[in-house]
């Protein structure tokens, strides 16, 4: 065939993935009624526990905070807090991408200063990439440094940053200025840095969902100094760098678990004998669930085979993202209830916040076209 | 994680030998009708289609994973022969200790719906009922049929040319699905089968088959499709070059991969040991295979235009399999309801559970 095609090998968990996974179930029946889970909560003290359990920073050396466990490992960590429902976004961020790309490009200082602190659960990490004008076309960034005495000067904005209000860094993505030859170089000048979100000049606004919750915000920059040693890689170099950051970010198991614990309340609904239509629409979502769940463990193990699975990732996130936005809508066919966000009726604000939470899901991470342009770029069409 | 070595050569060399003997003219003469005679017997030579038997069979102990494998390469291919049926006949005639064929066989029954009754005759047996559109039967050295005994499910192995004369037909693939009578037929040995043997593990083994090789036509409708939108040229560049078309092929290839993904953990459960997990998983893989299929055919004919829908053109041999494939032994809204049902009766607190194994 002269097609390349996606590579979904058929992958068994390791007995220690599987071993572990009891520990982790363990875990978080002792902390679910302490801690009172809800979905995507900052929680910085369940953070710090799992920092403790080392369940943060999994993969990553020892040297720095790591320990050295297999990407199966950290697969099964994460599939388990995610089903649970776990409060995660203390240190999520840090876990899955800011961490990585530190260990990938940061200096020893880097690495040695911010890795261990994000293992520990105790530094948390958003996303800098989006701006006004800037969403999917990240190469249009408009935030732009400037070299200065000992540092950088920052001016700019980004938005849809979640959870800039209860992080400590961001890492930054933006523009330094470029020569004549590279002014039709998109790419060119892009750099990265670590961005304290303490520093003088940084303003983070809040920016409300249609939910009325707080998650995103606006940060704006005017005239942000930061020093020499929080420049992330090389100048220049940054959309390289991004690149490898959102590939990190599109990795994860976590695009078809959101609604999971929607689905087993239709079951609940269900009963133990559903009639034949019931039990289609059903089975159909938990067919489509544990083939993503099957084409993400592959994915665990080309991670752990040292692979770059881009196209993969791409391909599971675009399906994830389908079967959830599906979930709500399955529902509602089956069960009538109007919606309420705050009901007391659960499967009433369940369906409230799956339906006003689904159009996101296909938003962030990379919208459902640019993932598409990316499969068709691996297909050789692009 | 690495494919198996021997399961990548065998592959090889299935793909090699599809690719060389397997052609469009061999499957269009196969659907008017007369049997792809040259292109059994070299797959035959390969051992391939009695290799799971003990050797002690005539087999090779082989890997159930790797003969599902071969069969996908075998979809891919659209190849016109029963090897999936032959595969399923020679495990159920050798589980039982009954004759079988070094030619093409079949396996039944494959509806659901069938029953079919062996009573005791003297020495001998009555076998009473209806096999309906068994596989190539009327082409079919074997025919290997599950009853219901006196004491519980028998084999019984005929042989092709001494079976009722069947009444023909054909699935939309033009392969041959050929119904067989049976009033008081005379069958002078029948045999128990063991434990795990019996029809529902053929149902499933043989929904788990056209899953695998739907994978395998995906493949191939899709390597089509993309290849088309590269060389077929429209308001002045190749029509791979507009999003639109990008946008579908991607979603093509995202089906075609979720077909192969949901057949591998069918066949993955196949050497687990357990019974109600194997048929879950294979449940899952004959409705998510379905379901992509569906979508997928839809994309694949829309990216080739007018050209996908001729005869001359191949794209149909890969569709008009697909579409016949997706309802033999159990459509995807069949076993998404067994799905459903499964894990309905057990508990919506168990679902993660039993999904994850452990």
């Known amino acids: 065939?002269?097609?390349?095609?996606?590579?979904?090998?058929?992958?068994?968990?390791?007995?220690?993935?599987?071993?572990?996974?009891?520990?982790?179930?363990?875990?978080?029946?002792?902390?679910?009624?302490?801690?009172?889970?809800?979905?995507?909560?900052?929680?910085?003290?369940?953070?710090?526990?799992?920092?403790?359990?080392?369940?943060?920073?999994?993969?990553?050396?020892?040297?720095?905070?790591?320990?050295?466990?297999?990407?199966?490992?950290?697969?099964?960590?994460?599939?388990?807090?995610?089903?649970?429902?776990?409060?995660?976004?203390?240190?999520?961020?840090?876990?899955?991408?800011?961490?990585?790309?530190?260990?990938?490009f940061g200096t020893e200082e880097q690495k040695s200063y911010f890795c261990p602190k994000i293992a520990a659960g105790e530094l948390t990490f958003c996303i800098g990439m989006s701006e006004p004008n800037s969403g999917s076309d990240v190469a249009g960034t408009r935030t732009r440094a400037a070299k200065v005495d000992g540092g950088y000067r920052i001016n700019g904005s980004k938005l849809w940053t979640s959870n800039a209000h209860n992080s400590d860094f961001a890492i930054l993505f933006c523009k330094m200025a470029v020569t004549e030859e590279q002014a039709n170089d998109r790419h060119a000048g892009a750099t990265q840095f670590l961005l304290d979100l303490k520093s003088p000049g940084v303003e983070i606004r809040p920016v409300i969902n249609l939910l009325g919750e707080h998650h995103f915000n606006e940060v704006f920059m005017t005239d942000v100094f930061v020093p020499d040693h929080l420049l992330l890689g090389k100048e220049g170099n940054g959309w390289n760098q991004l690149t490898s950051e959102l590939s990190f970010e599109r990795s994860a198991p976590d695009r078809f678990l959101v609604f999971f614990q929607m689905l087993q309340q239709m079951l609940r609904m269900a009963g133990p004998d559903p009639d034949k239509a019931t039990a289609v629409a059903l089975g159909k979502l938990i067919s489509q669930l544990a083939t993503l769940r099957s084409m993400s463990v592959s994915i665990?193990?080309?991670?752990?085979?040292?692979?770059?699975?881009?196209?993969?990732?791409?391909?599971?996130?675009?399906?994830?993202?389908?079967?959830?936005?599906?979930?709500?809508?399955?529902?509602?066919?089956?069960?009538?209830?109007?919606?309420?966000?705050?009901?007391?009726?659960?499967?009433?604000?369940?369906?409230?916040?799956?339906?006003?939470?689904?159009?996101?899901?296909?938003?962030?991470?990379?919208?459902?076209?640019?993932?598409?342009?990316?499969?068709?770029?691996?297909?050789?069409?692009? | 994680m690495a494919i198996r070595e021997e399961t990548r050569m065998l592959l090889e060399s299935m793909g090699r030998l599809f690719e060389d003997l397997c052609t469009k003219q061999v499957v269009d003469a196969a659907e008017t009708g007369i049997f792809a005679a040259d292109l059994w017997q070299a797959v035959s030579e390969t051992g391939v289609p009695l290799a799971a038997l003990p050797e002690s069979a005539g087999g090779a102990d082989a890997e159930w994973s790797d003969l599902y494998a071969a069969l996908r390469v075998a979809g891919r291919y659209s190849a016109p022969i029963p090897l999936a049926e032959t595969m399923l006949a020679g495990w159920i005639a050798s589980s039982a200790g009954l004759e079988l064929a070094d030619g093409p066989m079949t396996v039944g029954p494959v509806r659901a719906s069938d029953k079919l009754v062996l009573t005791r005759d003297g020495n001998g047996w009555r076998l009473n009922g209806t096999a309906s559109r068994l596989p190539y039967a009327s082409h079919a050295e074997r025919i290997v049929l599950i009853a219901d005994g006196p004491d519980g499910e028998m084999a019984v192995s005929l042989e092709g040319s001494a079976a009722p004369t069947p009444e023909k037909g054909k699935n939309i693939a033009n392969e041959a699905r050929d119904t067989l009578v049976f009033d008081n037929f005379h069958v002078a040995t029948a045999a128990r089968l063991p434990n795990g043997v019996g029809r529902a593990a053929l149902y499933r083994r043989g929904a788990l088959a056209r899953a695998t090789m739907m994978s395998g036509a995906l493949e191939r409708a899709m390597d089509l499709a993309v290849s088309y939108a590269q060389e077929r040229v429209q308001f002045g560049r190749p029509i791979s070059k507009f999003q639109a078309v990008q946008q579908n092929l991607a979603v093509l290839s995202e089906q075609t991969a979720v077909a192969v993904a949901a057949s591998n953990l069918g066949i993955q459960s196949l050497g687990c040991g357990d019974v109600e997990r194997e048929e879950f998983q294979i449940a899952i893989a004959k409705a998510r295979v379905g379901e992509a299929a569906t979508l997928a055919c839809e994309l694949a004919h829309q990216v080739h235009g007018a050209i996908g829908f001729t005869k001359e053109y191949s794209l149909q041999l890969a569709t008009r399999r697909l579409w016949s494939w997706r309802e033999e032994f159990g459509s995807d809204p069949e076993w998404a309801a067994k799905v459903g049902t499964y894990f309905c009766s057990k508990g919506a607190d168990n679902l993660w559970q039993i999904l994850t194994g452990d």
């Not at chain 1, 679910?32 to 900052?42: I, L, P, S, Y």
């Not at chain 1, 297999?70 to 995610?82: K, T």
């Not at chain 1, 689904?358 to 640019?370: H, K, N, V, W």
Request: aromatic residues 8%; hydrophobic residues 35%.
């Open chain 1, 1 to 104: 065939m002269a097609t390349p095609m996606f590579r979904f090998d058929p992958v068994e968990l390791p007995p220690e993935a599987i071993k572990l996974r009891g520990e982790v179930r363990e875990f978080i029946r002792e902390h679910k009624d302490a801690m009172g889970f809800t979905r995507g909560e900052h929680n910085p003290e369940f953070s710090r526990a799992m920092g403790k359990k080392g369940w943060i920073g999994m993969t990553w050396p020892k040297q720095y905070g790591g320990h050295e466990r297999s990407s199966f490992e950290r697969y099964v960590v994460i599939e388990e807090m995610l089903v649970a429902g776990a409060p995660l976004s203390a240190h999520y961020t840090g876990d899955r991408q800011s961490g990585p790309n530190i260990l990938r």
């Open chain 1, 300 to 382: 665990a193990g080309m991670l752990a085979e040292g692979l770059q699975p881009n196209n993969e990732s791409a391909v599971v996130k675009d399906l994830g993202t389908r079967y959830e936005q599906d979930i709500p809508v399955v529902a509602r066919q089956l069960f009538w209830s109007e919606p309420e966000q705050e009901a007391i009726d659960l499967y009433a604000s369940m369906i409230a916040r799956t339906t006003m939470n689904a159009p996101r899901l296909s938003i962030q991470g990379g919208t459902r076209e640019i993932l598409r342009g990316i499969i068709a770029r691996g297909l050789g069409l692009r």
